[in-house]
Nanobody, 121 residues
Framework: VQLQASGGGLVQAGGSLRLSCAASGSIFSINAMGWYRQAPGKQRELVAD???????NYADSVKGRFTVSRDNAKNTVYLQMNSLKPEDTAVYYCNAGRVILYGGPYEYDYWGQGTQVTVSS
C-alpha cells in the first residue's frame, strides 16, 4: 500500500491550500484517513481525520479553518486549509488507519511521505 500526498507549498498568512492523499494497493477497506503534522522541534500531532462513515475529528487549533473530506471510491482524503497562520507551518503527513487488505483479516496503518506547508507572515 502506498499513500501519495500532494498540494503543499508556500502561502501567505490568511491564504488557503488544499492537500490530497491517495492510497493505492490491494486495499479492501480503510477505516480512517487523516492528516497529521510535525513542526520543527515538536511532536507529530493529529490535525484531522475522517472515518469511512464520514465522522470527523479536528484538532482544536484548526477547527473552523480546516475541513477534511474523503472519497471512499478513490481511497483519497483531502484537507482544505483556509485562513492559514504561520503556526500552521509544518510537514503534513497523511495516514490510513485500520486498513484491511484483500485476503484479510488483519488491520494495518500506513503513512504518506509528508508534504511541506509553509505559511509566511
Amino acid at each position: 500500500v502506498q499513500l501519495q500526498a500532494s498540494g503543499g507549498g508556500l502561502v501567505q498568512a490568511g491564504g488557503s491550500l488544499r492537500l490530497s492523499c491517495a492510497a493505492s494497493g490491494s486495499i479492501f477497506s480503510i477505516n480512517a484517513m487523516g492528516w497529521y503534522r510535525q513542526a520543527p522541534g515538536k511532536q507529530r500531532e493529529l490535525v484531522a481525520d475522517i472515518t469511512s462513515g464520514g465522522n470527523t475529528n479536528y484538532a482544536d487549533s484548526v477547527k473552523g479553518r480546516f475541513t477534511v473530506s474523503r472519497d471512499n471510491a478513490k481511497n483519497t482524503v483531502y484537507l482544505q486549509m483556509n485562513s492559514l497562520k504561520p503556526e500552521d507551518t509544518a510537514v503534513y503527513y497523511c495516514n490510513a488507519g485500520r486498513v484491511i487488505l484483500y485476503g484479510g483479516p488483519y488491520e494495518y496503518d500506513y503513512w504518506g511521505q509528508g508534504t511541506q506547508v509553509t505559511v509566511s507572515s
